[in-house]
């Protein structure tokens, strides 16, 4: 069931949610965490979705802050989807209008579950600062997508130069199974890596972000080059013994190949926006790994840019 409270307040919010955790049993204290949503009319509907997806998991109070026209008169309109409706959590859609858009933190606070972490995402790119937005200073872990911004690297970097522990980056959590497949690869014998490649569609911060962790962490060159996709396309391990290649064309299976040993067939498919997300649910501390890549990658590129 659904419930709609145009025009309404924070105070009758909260009423309606106790009511509504009544009538179902005291279904907010089985939650987690409190996930907030930072986004637009257009953008809402794919990350509630994806939010109430990771709530399987992740069993939370998901609360939409959907900013609206600012030109209009101040407003709150809210809508309430029970537990069971649509997932195991609770999720509330707020529609900010006028200048209340400027105070969301006000708006949201009294919302938050008691004695929980609060994560704030923020799906169509993000804040340039978030650990200093309004929203961002509630949370415990601060989730952009540089991907969705115009200029993705530049938005990526520019977003590091302010990094908070606490801070992270879907472009980096996709990353993931790349990172996991290459460092399985180094557990069994090969020569001594001497130069590597990332191959990826122009524009995907993840592939830089993988060539940043693989020029960190092997101590070696990395060269960036670009292919027609779908993201990342192929790695290169160049070695003394010779090349291991995993080369994935289309989106899904990938090969593996290492010197004088058969060719592989790996499972690599392209996931899911809910599936990143439940990714960066599972651990709320600072993601030291990535923070160290991102410094990384924003001081090669600052070394580029002096060097051209």
């Not at 802050?65 to 209009?72: E, F, M, N, T, Y």
């Not at 195991?88 to 933190?105: F, I, Q, S």
């Not at 460092?183 to 069994?188: E, R």
Request: hydrophobic share 40%.
């Amino acid at each position: 069931m659904t419930l709609y409270l145009p025009r309404t307040t924070t105070a009758q919010i909260t009423e309606a949610l106790a009511t509504e955790r009544r009538s179902v049993g005291g279904g907010a204290m089985n939650l987690v965490l409190t996930l907030v949503i930072v986004t637009d009319e257009a953008g809402h509907y794919d990350a509630v979705q994806a939010a109430t997806e990771a709530g399987r998991e992740h069993p939370s109070r998901v609360i939409a802050l959907i900013l609206r026209d600012p030109g209009l008169e101040p407003a709150l309109d809210a809508e309430i989807r029970r537990p069971g409706t649509f997932g195991p959590g609770e999720t509330v859609l707020l529609r900010l209008y006028g200048p209340l858009a400027d105070h969301a933190d006000s708006v949201v606070t009294p919302l938050l579950v008691p004695d929980t972490p609060v994560v704030a995402w923020w799906p169509e790119g993000g804040p340039v600062h978030p650990a200093a937005d309004p929203v961002g200073q509630l949370a415990a872990r601060r989730i952009t997508d540089s991907h969705r911004a115009a200029d993705p690297l530049a938005d990526l970097v520019t977003r590091i130069s302010h990094y908070h522990p606490g801070d992270t980056d879907l472009a980096w959590t996709r990353t993931t199974p790349w990172r996991a497949l290459l460092a399985s690869t180094m557990d069994q014998s090969c020569g001594w890596v001497t130069r590597a490649e990332v191959v990826a569609e122009d524009h995907l911060p993840s592939a830089d972000l993988l060539a940043a962790w693989l020029s960190q962490r092997l101590e070696v060159p990395v060269e960036r080059r670009v292919s027609s996709g779908p993201g990342i396309t192929e790695t290169v391990l160049v070695t003394e013994d010779g090349p291991i290649t995993i080369s994935r064309k289309d989106g899904r299976v990938a090969t593996l190949q290492r010197p004088n040993r058969p060719l592989q067939t790996v499972a690599l498919s392209r996931r899911h926006l809910s599936e990143y997300l439940a990714e960066e649910l599972r651990h709320l501390d600072a993601d030291e790994m990535y923070a160290a890549t991102a410094k990384f990658l924003a001081e090669r590129l600052a070394r580029a840019e002096v060097s051209a």
